[in-house]
């Protein structure tokens, strides 16, 4: 079956940086578009960055300048790169395989606090 597993949220100072990784098992990964979500308490989720199968990406403009989404393919794995870090960066981070139909991995915690 398809899984999705999200890894590399924590804490981390106004200003800092993370890297977060998607790794993906039981698709061909090359073919599906792949996203990144996030969800704060009390909010409604919203959509971070995207990157289709042929590399083309978008982001929202919150996060635009700060944060790069990439994929590799040879590891079935998308990444979302978060520099600048703000506290409304805070929020649970959220994986999305999309095609015929949508996967999600289970959430990785980002805290942007000093």
């Known amino acids: 079956q398809v899984q999705l597993v999200e890894s590399g949220g924590g804490l981390v100072q106004p200003g800092g940086s993370l890297r977060l990784s998607c790794a993906a098992s039981?698709?061909?990964?090359?073919?599906?578009?792949m996203g990144w979500y996030r969800q704060a308490p009390g909010k409604q989720r919203e959509l971070v960055a995207t990157i289709t199968s042929g590399r083309l990406t978008n982001s929202a403009d919150s996060v635009k300048g700060r944060f790069t989404i990439s994929r590799d393919n040879a590891k079935n794995t998308v990444y979302l790169q978060m520099n600048s870090l703000k506290p409304e960066d805070t929020a649970v981070y959220y994986c999305l395989c999309s095609g015929t139909t949508d996967y999600w991995g289970q959430g990785t915690q980002v805290t942007v606090s000093s």
């Open positions: 039981g698709i061909v990964f090359g073919r599906y578009d």
